[in-house]
């Protein structure tokens, strides 16, 4: 019997793209055939960066792995995998707080659009790592430089001083 081809998108905000978000990348598309890096637009979250700029940061970033792209998108996320033909969403797991809310979020999805969600679990050294730690973190000048890539932590501090949001002072 023949393998099924099989799509899976990877949806987030990434404001900004961690290297834990990188390593679920990276191990997912170990997993699936194709992997969409779905970026989206949240209607409740103050982004630092815009959602073409997130999706630029992103394709530079994953431009050399065969079988990933990268797209926005404004839409519900399983409104979208329809859209994509998704077999399923890519969800990566930190934390046990993580598992409680992607449960239920993978089970309404699973209810709603018949879609079902694969987990994998962070790498034990990004399981602390979120974007909103990050942003808080450099806007109060802490270097996260060991937990974004070197081009996202050049322009997160660009775009903090242009802003006005870094605190430099310590």
Known sequence: MARKY???????????????HLDVIQRGINLFDE?????????????????????EMIRELVK???????????????????????????????????????????????????????????SAQYGFTTS???REVAALGGDVSNLIPKNVYERLRRRLKETGRLNESK
Do not use: H, W
């Not at 099989?6 to 834990?20: C, K």
């Open 35 to 55: 992997l969409i890096v779905a970026v989206g637009r949240s209607p409740i979250k103050n982004p630092l960066f815009t959602p073409d700029e997130r999706v």
């Open 6 to 20: 099989v799509r899976a998108i990877f949806p987030g905000s990434f404001d900004p793209i961690t290297n834990g």
């Open 132 to 134: 909103t730690m990050i």
């Open 64 to 122: 050399d792995i065969p079988g990933v792209t990268v797209e926005g998108f404004e839409c519900l996320t399983v409104e979208y995998a329809a859209q994509k033909k998704a077999d399923v969403i890519l969800r990566g797991l930190r934390s046990l707080t993580d598992v409680q809310y992607e449960f239920q979020l993978a089970m309404t999805n699973r209810a709603v659009a018949g879609i079902e969600t694969i987990f994998v679990m962070t």
